[in-house]
């Protein structure tokens, strides 16, 4: 198969600060306005090769690898995405596309891969196509229209193209936010965020016990989801308020919230999940007290799993260390923990 042209992208996972949980009617338009902190460790790093075509058909002609294996149940899935998204993308209809993709976590960790994979999959998408146009937008226009992409795809990954952090979600507290994509956030925040860490301490490995797709649709019959966005506009202004001068404990204490309300829509939907296990609790209980003790600012934040996002400045992380290794190691699964911190968003490897 002859090949025509290449790139390959990295781009991280995240880790929102304010959670997106809840979808309105629309092609994949947010409840509620998100923010999350860009992680560097975490990645995927997917290659999009275009080859000739196989046949004269219309059909799109796709293979994709996971880790140097084919995998049909990933290839479906984007498959089906490349369906909804052909009109903007040319290439998709001129050739043939060979995807090999892999992840720096492993895949039983227990971490959400869709952003990081998605937020792959659509620079390498927008990279190509631009290359073929010969014109080339702006940056700005350039991460845009990625992280557009990358939000049909899955809507956490819209945050995923730029660095730091992103926002995403229309809400009068921030100028220029959109639901149809995220932008950037970092410059009007405390440069002691910029170098945040974000150790993920992995309670349990097994595979999500609900998708994020039926967690979101499940807010649309939950009796407390007006409540919630209603919280969630006020958590974002209130945050970026406290990460404009700096106020860790108030950061700490919505990033908390934000990880016990998500928890908590989840019991209160019907059908109802507790993602929490007994090793969670644990851990958080100890968080709690070890920060009680120490009047250090380590707080935790939770996705649609198990797993603790511990949140804490780069120059406590060396006490921090010491409190993971004594008092939470022995919770984590195999003592199993992923030590990452705020990064600088995608780049184009080759
Ligand atoms: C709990 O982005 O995975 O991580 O748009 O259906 O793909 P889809 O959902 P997804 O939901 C992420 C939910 C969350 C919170 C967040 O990242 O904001």
Known sequence: MKEIKKVTWRSPSNIALVKYWGKKSGVQIPSNPSISFT????????????VEKESKSKAIE??????????LAFQLKILKFFESIRKDFPLLNNYGLLIHSTNSFPHS???????SAMSALAMALCDLQEQLNKKKLTAVKFLQRASHF?????GSASRSVYPILAQWGKTKTIKGSADEYAIPYSEKVNKIFYSYQNTILIASSAEK????????SLMKTNPFAKARYTQAEKNLKELL??????????????????ALTL???????????????????????????????????????????????LLYPKKIAEKVKKFIDTELAQHCENKRMIFDQVG?????VK
Do not use: Q, W
Not at 109 to 115: F, K, Q, T, V
Not at 282 to 306: C, S
């Open 263 to 309: 928890h908590g829509l989840m019991m209160n939907s019907s059908p109802s999940f507790i993602l929490m296990s007994p090793a969670t609790l644990a851990m958080i209980e100890k968080i709690r007290k070890f920060r009680e003790d120490t009047k250090l600012p380590v707080y935790f934040t939770l996705d649609a799993g198990p797993n603790i996002h």
């Open 209 to 216: 016990k609900v998708s994020s797709r039926v967690g979101h």
């Open 241 to 258: 308020s406290a990460m404009k001068t700096g106020d860790l404990e108030k950061f700490g204490n919505i990033i908390e919230e934000e």
């Open 62 to 71: 796709l293979r994709f690898y996971f880790d140097g294996k084919a995998n």
């Open 109 to 115: 960790s227990g971490i959400a891969s869709s952003a």
């Open 39 to 50: 992680l560097e460790n975490c990645y995927s790093e997917t290659s999009v090769a275009l």
């Open 150 to 154: 990358a939000r049909l795809g899955s």
């Open 344 to 348: 600088k968003g995608p780049k184009r």
